[in-house]
Nanobody
Framework: QVQLVESGGGSVQAGGSLRLSCAASKDIFRMGWYRQAPGKQRELVAT???????TYADSVKGRFTISRDNAKNTVYLQMNSLKPEDTAVYYC?????????WGQGTQVTVSS
């Protein structure tokens, strides 16, 4: 089992910034962030492997940055130039032994 503890999130005006953090209870090769807006499916935001191979959704490229502190088993998501369409519940994800584990989710609300 893997426990994921998220922090960060909140409400911000368009153009603002927020930072999310997620600490894992184990050393995880690939960690990342997904989001789910009301009435929509959960979608990939960004992932990063332990060796820093990174994937971003097209919608966040150039605005969001994922990073990791491997010593702390923690992944971060720096979100800049936020838009109202970024409003969603953001979930931390860890893929461990071919299973997906999820954080509890944190709300991000961007007002226009």
């Amino acid at each position: 089992q893997v426990q994921l503890v998220e922090s960060g999130g909140g409400s911000v005006q368009a153009g603002g910034s927020l930072r999310l953090s997620c600490a894992a209870s184990k050393d995880i090769f690939r960690m990342g962030w997904y989001r789910q807006a009301p009435g929509k499916q959960r979608e990939l935001v960004a992932t990063q492997t332990r060796d820093a191979t990174t994937t971003y959704a097209d919608s966040v490229k150039g605005r969001f940055t994922i990073s990791r502190d491997n010593a702390k088993n923690t992944v971060y998501l720096q979100m800049n130039s936020l838009k109202p369409e970024d409003t969603a519940v953001y979930y931390c994800n860890a893929n461990y032994l071919w299973r997906d584990f999820w954080g509890q989710g944190t709300q991000v609300t961007v007002s226009s």
